[in-house]
């Protein structure tokens, strides 16, 4: 009979828990505190292999605890670059994926390999969208726009909702980010919808519609602005 041993706690009681925890907190922990510093060339030299090597005395062998330690140390990981200012709803995305890629991993190759491809992508992430050092209303901004990637949305929706100026906030936005409110709306949806279109599970008109954009034309005229290419650009 099959086990679910990605269960929502992730939580498995052995022998082995007490040094595993000292691990993946020492390893986690160095993660995060090059991501604080906003070190990435530090955080380059972090690989899975490094965490494999640390892990596998301590799991007696046994590849289906091995693949429960490699989804803790994903959630570790995730975790902590989310407190280093990462839209939750980005990394949380990124640790799904990855749970799905474990639960389906047959050998222990491939397991290094999902957290090396973890570690890039959050790296990537907190190259694009790290907001640690924005301002409190900046960060509440760019959280919202993030939450609301799937409906229509303008820079005004986003003034609104956090009861300031529109003229203001955008002045501020475009000074602490380097873009115009409008620009990281749309580029957020756009790489949505790169996301969704490289999927193949939608077709573009949904794809539009599920990014709440009215016309399908409009979609497709941002998406060639951000993309520099047309949606249905083979890739």
């Given at each position: 009979?099959?086990?679910?041993?990605?269960?929502?706690?992730?939580?498995?009681?052995?022998?082995?828990?007490?040094?595993?925890?000292?691990?993946?907190?020492?390893?986690?922990?160095?993660?995060?505190?090059?991501?604080?510093?906003?070190?990435?060339?530090?955080?380059?030299?972090?690989t899975?292999?490094?965490?494999?090597?640390?892990?596998?005395?301590?799991?007696?062998?046994?590849?289906e605890?091995?693949?429960?330690?490699?989804?803790?140390?994903?959630?570790?990981?995730?975790?902590?670059?989310?407190?280093?200012?990462?839209?939750?709803?980005?990394t949380?995305?990124?640790?799904?994926q990855?749970?799905?890629?474990i639960?389906?991993?047959?050998?222990?190759?491939?397991?290094?390999?999902?957290?090396?491809?973890?570690?890039?992508?959050?790296?990537?992430?907190?190259?694009?969208?790290?907001?640690?050092?924005?301002?409190?209303?900046?960060?509440?901004?760019?959280?919202?726009?993030?939450?609301?990637?799937?409906?229509?949305?303008?820079?005004?929706?986003?003034?609104?909702?956090?009861?300031?100026?529109?003229?203001?906030?955008?002045?501020?936005?475009?000074?602490?980010?380097?873009?115009?409110?409008?620009?990281?709306?749309?580029?957020?949806?756009?790489?949505?919808?790169e996301?969704?279109?490289?999927?193949?599970?939608?077709?573009?008109?949904?794809?539009?519609?599920?990014?709440?954009?009215?016309?399908?034309?409009?979609?497709?005229?941002?998406?060639?602005?951000?993309?520099?290419?047309?949606?249905?650009?083979?890739?």
């Amino acid at each position: 009979m099959a086990h679910d041993y990605l269960s929502d706690q992730m939580f498995l009681e052995t022998e082995q828990e007490q040094d595993f925890s000292r691990m993946s907190y020492e390893f986690t922990s160095q993660l995060f505190q090059s991501l604080r510093q906003f070190d990435l060339d530090q955080y380059k030299t972090l690989t899975s292999s490094d965490y494999a090597k640390l892990v596998t005395p301590y799991i007696g062998g046994d590849f289906e605890v091995l693949k429960l330690y490699m989804a803790v140390h994903a959630a570790d990981c995730t975790r902590f670059v989310t407190f280093s200012g990462v839209p939750k709803m980005i990394t949380e995305n990124l640790k799904k994926q990855a749970f799905v890629q474990i639960t389906k991993a047959r050998t222990q190759k491939e397991l290094v390999d999902i957290i090396e491809q973890l570690f890039k992508d959050l790296m990537k992430a907190h190259e694009k969208y790290g907001i640690g050092a924005y301002s409190q209303t900046i960060r509440r901004a760019v959280e919202y726009i993030q939450s609301r990637r799937f409906q229509p949305l303008s820079a005004g929706d986003v003034a609104r909702h956090l009861h300031v100026e529109r003229t203001s906030l955008s002045k501020r936005f475009h000074r602490e980010t380097g873009q115009t409110i409008t620009d990281y709306i749309h580029t957020m949806k756009m790489d949505a919808a790169e996301e969704m279109i490289h999927s193949r599970n939608y077709s573009l008109l949904e794809v539009s519609d599920l990014l709440g954009y009215s016309s399908y034309n409009y979609f497709c005229k941002v998406y060639k602005k951000y993309k520099h290419c047309a949606p249905s650009d083979p890739y």
